[in-house]
């Protein structure tokens, strides 16, 4: 008979004699539990394969086939429904015509050259290979250097020339020679184009180049950046008259009276000065200055009068003594006024001025207004009178419009006429 034990000492006693305890031994018990879990692991492995096959396997072999269901099937598998991919809205909006207003100046994009014939209905610009039709539009900064011309009383679209420049051009009052500041000249009936001899014989380098109104000096302005000279030549014959030193070399502005024999050109003391374009003598220094530069200047009909505008500042002054005559009211316009364009009427009696600002008529002596115009009269790079003085023809700047698909388009110019005798249009 076998003595009871405490337990401890028959667990030792058990093991002596290798008998296993009534639960088993703990290896054996651990084998056993892994034994009873298998079925549950296997069971779980294969609904994982099932699930695998069902949302991995197969829409992946869909993709190998380019199988058109896999969006509805990858769809009905994730959490949540996948939207259609659709085209972005530039892909469907077409851009539509730009408004009569608004658009802003070029800036930063490349903008093409432009220039009107002083008396006859004919603007230049450069574009592509293609006609443009005023008012037409293209991608901001793809702008051409092959010369276009407008004969805007004939046809909206372009005439396109062989010739091209990349350079500043004038063009003759008449309209049917342009002069490029590379020394070429342009017949634009037939698009010839030549070199004259004394343009390499006075060693011309302009910055740019204007005409006077009666198509007898030719101003060429060079510079170095420092400080500017125009040299005035005689046209066509091609003869050097007079220099005149000390302007501002970055001011690409001046004005002749009609006859050519005045000049107003910008200093670089910041004063409008006038000169004598037959000798190059100053005539008269006109005060005050400019803040710093100019925008716009116009020179009456018969030179007793000049005028210059920066930002919305415009002033009108005596050409012969240099006193100031009347600053045009300018405050009433709103603080983003600004003046590109000048012009006089033909007996002096009333100055025009237009720019990213709408059209604006003053009386040249006490500087009232007389009419303001709507805003489709605003963005203009040039405007002059008609001989009676009854109208006014504003030719618009090229600028950036932003179409409904989002893309900035240039615009290019387009003609409008203005009545004198009250602020609305004069008809096409």
Request: glycine share 10%; net charge positive.
């Amino acid at each position: 008979m076998t003595a009871e034990l405490d337990p401890l000492d028959a667990g030792i006693d058990r093991i002596r004699r290798s008998e296993p305890p009534a639960d088993g031994w703990p290896r054996a018990r651990r084998r056993a539990a892994r034994r009873r879990r298998r079925p549950a692991l296997a069971l779980a492995a294969a609904a994982a394969a099932v699930l695998v096959g069902l949302f991995v396997v197969q829409p992946a072999a869909r993709v190998g086939r380019g199988d058109a269901r896999l969006t509805a099937e990858v769809a009905r598998s994730g959490p949540g429904p996948v939207p259609a991919m659709e085209p972005p809205p530039a892909a469907k909006t077409p851009d539509a015509p730009p408004p009569p207003f608004g658009g802003s100046p070029a800036g930063v994009w490349p903008a093409p050259r432009l220039a009107v014939a002083a008396a006859a209905p004919v603007l230049v610009g450069t574009a592509g290979a293609k006609s443009m039709k005023l008012g037409g539009t293209a991608p901001a900064g793809t702008v051409g250097d092959r010369i276009h011309v407008w004969n805007w009383e004939k046809s909206p679209d372009s005439r396109v020339l062989a010739a091209a420049t990349v350079g500043a051009f004038a063009l003759t009052p008449d309209g049917t020679t342009l002069v490029t500041a590379e020394g070429q000249v342009i017949d634009l009936a037939t698009g010839a184009a030549v070199r004259p001899a004394w343009w390499a014989g006075l060693a011309l380098r302009p910055a740019w180049v204007t005409l006077s109104p009666d198509g007898k000096t030719l101003l060429a302005l060079e510079h170095d950046q420092k400080v500017g000279t125009a040299r005035l030549i005689d046209y066509p014959a091609g003869t050097e008259r007079a220099k005149v030193g000390g302007l501002w070399w970055a001011a690409s502005r001046a004005a002749f009276s009609a006859d050519g024999k005045v000049v107003a050109l910008y200093g670089s003391d910041a004063h409008l000065r006038v000169f004598d374009a037959t000798t190059g003598a100053e005539k008269a220094k006109l005060a005050p200055p400019f803040a710093n530069t100019i925008q716009a200047v116009a020179a009456s009909a018969d030179g007793a009068r000049v005028a210059g505008s920066y930002g919305g500042a415009v002033r009108v002054w005596d050409a012969a003594t240099g006193k100031l005559v009347c600053e045009p009211a300018t405050a009433a316009l709103g603080a983003a006024t600004e003046f590109r364009a000048l012009a006089f009427s033909p007996d002096g009696k009333r100055l025009a001025g237009a720019g990213s600002s709408p059209l604006v008529l003053w009386d040249a002596v006490d500087g009232a207004i007389v009419h303001r115009y709507p805003r489709e009269s605003q963005i203009v790079a040039h405007l002059r009178f008609d001989a009676a003085g009854a109208t006014i023809t504003t030719v618009k700047d090229y600028h950036i419009y932003r179409g409904p698909s989002g893309r900035e388009l240039g615009v290019y110019p387009t003609v409008e006429r203005w009545r004198t005798d009250a602020p609305e249009r004069a008809g096409p």
